[in-house]
């Protein structure tokens, strides 16, 4: 099962604060340590909002909006995406998120992702699954 662990933005993430040395430390050992397990697949922080836009979709006619995005709890500054057994070995790796980022107090989002097998068969999915597939070899 493949979850991502969505870090929320705050004020400090919004502004382009960068990261102490101390925080850097902890979340390359928190990597290492997923890196390690043989769980971890990717993931990255984002820069703020205000570097960033969205393109919304009406009636199939897309608009873009620039960022910056006014609330900063529906925001996402970075994440990390985990190959794990279970809910409970995804909620134990969120668990373990370094003390060190936010002070202490951050706010994660552990989502389970779609695998391609949940939408059924056939050739747009077999079509998806070679597309992940040549990603997975890159």
Do not use: C, N
Request: aromatic share 8%.
């Amino acid at each position: 099962m493949r979850f991502v662990i969505l870090r929320k933005a705050d004020g400090e993430t919004e502004v382009g604060a960068m990261p102490s040395e101390a925080l850097v430390v902890a979340m390359a050992s928190y990597h290492e340590a997923l890196q390690r397990a043989g769980v971890l697949r990717g993931g990255d922080g984002l820069r703020p909002s205000r570097e960033g836009f969205r393109v919304r979709f009406a009636d199939g006619a897309p608009t873009v909006i620039d960022g910056p995005f006014a609330e900063t709890k529906e925001l996402v500054a970075g994440f990390t995406v985990l190959e794990v057994a279970s809910r409970e070995e995804a909620l134990d790796w969120a668990r373990r998120w370094p003390a060190e980022d936010g002070g202490g107090a951050v706010e994660l989002e552990v989502r389970p992702l779609y695998e391609i097998e949940d939408f059924g068969d056939g050739e747009a999915l077999a079509r998806i699954a070679r597309v992940r597939e040549r990603l997975a070899s890159a």
